[in-house]
């Protein structure tokens, strides 16, 4: 098993900066495709970015690219959604994912493990 667990999520004004983060613990996370997902009310879990297990390979959403960067450290198990250049439109639940595989997806079923999801809100 592995437990993900996200921080960071908060009230920010348009335009602003949020850094997310995603701490996992349990079997080798290390070695497993990270992503992040996130969910507005009344909507579906849609996906926002992924990373491979070395950090060398990134996918990134459309509607995020250029304004959001993922990124991890290994050595400290721990996986990061920088959120620039915030909109309204982005707010949502972010949930932080990890797949045992080892090519990058960008659905939901591929993922085996979720955070609870940290709240991110954007006041315009």
């Known amino acids: 098993q592995v437990q993900l667990v996200e921080s960071g999520g908060g009230l920010v004004q348009a335009g602003g900066s949020l850094r997310l983060s995603c701490a996992a613990s349990?079997?080798?996370?290390?070695?497993?495709?990270m992503g992040w997902f996130r969910q507005a009310p009344g909507k579906e879990r849609e996906f926002v970015a992924a990373i491979s297990w070395r950090g060398s390979t990134r996918y990134d959403a459309a509607y995020v690219k250029g304004r959001f960067t993922i990124s991890r450290d290994n050595a400290k198990n721990t996986v990061f959604l920088q959120m620039n250049s915030l909109k309204p439109e982005d707010t949502a639940v972010y949930y932080c994912a990890a797949d045992p595989s080892a090519v990058i997806a960008n659905t939901v079923r591929e993922y085996d493990y979720w955070g609870q999801g940290t709240q991110v809100t954007v006041s315009s």
């Open positions: 349990g079997r080798p996370s290390s070695s497993y495709v």
